[in-house]
């Protein structure tokens, strides 16, 4: 027969775990999606903690007197979980920078669509970079790597052990922002020499034929150009996802670090 018993304090422990994986799933690409149900997310928090809660071993026992002191370390763990996804989940704003950079260039910057995962007008161009690399992180099992990376946090945090280096937090950032950009430039960077050559030519264009109306005719041949060259280059964008996935996990290390004692 099933012994169904558990302890007070085995209890609390879990519910401690509970709200890092929770915090984590409601923070992770993939996992954070707004188009999900807030049941499934909630449910799957409570699966992988009861299967994580079973490997952390030996559990060691929370020292608190009160419930305030007890709420602490719920808000510890809570935002614990919430660095732990977001370290992720920034990285998936790249794609989007590129994407309104390429907008920009190709005449679409005041054109949006709604993106039913976010819940927020996009621009075209990110949007599609959005989607194509969300669809490369489930055919690479990348959030199979978000969720063992999560568990070994729990290696390197124990439950209670969270301790915020807010120095080593600021310089994860900055290190994010210089590879922000540099990121970023590097996906529309086809793109941006080819609109580069079309306005040269353009402009010699302008100065040759001065009837013509160059502004009528080049939004239309920049248009048509850019979205060519986004054909042509489609096929680069396992390449360029292996930069934002490089990115996740080297974000993912520093903000753990970063929460060490």
């Known amino acids: 027969m099933i012994d169904y018993t558990f302890s007070m304090y085995e209890m609390e422990f879990y519910l401690l775990v509970f709200v890092r994986v929770t915090c984590f799933i409601f923070t992770a690409p993939f996992f ?23 490997n952390i071993q030996p559990h060691e026992r929370l020292v608190y007197e009160t419930v305030f002191e007890y709420a602490v370390i719920v808000m510890k763990e809570a935002v614990a979980g919430l660095l732990i996804g977001l370290s992720a989940g920034l990285c998936n704003s790249i794609v989007l920078f590129a994407g309104r950079l390429v907008d920009m260039e190709i005449g679409l910057a005041m054109a949006s669509e709604y993106d039913p995962t976010t819940r927020e007008n996009t621009s075209v161009t990110g949007l599609f970079y959005q989607y194509i690399v969300l669809m490369l992180l489930v055919i690479t099992d990348m959030h199979h790597y978000l969720l063992r990376a999560l568990a070994e946090t729990f290696t390197l945090i124990p439950v209670n052990g969270a301790v915020l280096h807010s120095d080593k937090l600021v310089e ?9 950009i540099n990121i970023g430039f590097q996906i ?10 079309t306005n040269c030519i353009l402009g010699i264009m302008a100065k040759v034929a001065p009837q013509m109306n160059m502004f009528a005719v080049g939004m239309q041949i920049k248009l ?38």
Do not use: H, W
């Open 172 to 180: 994860s950032i900055i290190m994010f922002m210089s590879e922000y």
């Open 188 to 197: 529309c960077l086809p793109v941006f020499c080819v609109m580069l050559i």
């Open 224 to 261: 048509l150009m850019g979205l060519g060259v986004m054909f042509l280059t489609v096929g680069m964008l396992p390449y360029i996802s292996d930069f934002v996935f490089t990115e996740m996990k080297t974000m993912m290390v520093s903000f753990v670090e970063a929460m060490m004692a």
């Open 32 to 54: 954070n999606l707004n188009n999900t149900p807030k049941r499934v997310k909630i449910v799957l928090g409570i699966f992988v903690s009861y299967l994580l809660y079973q």
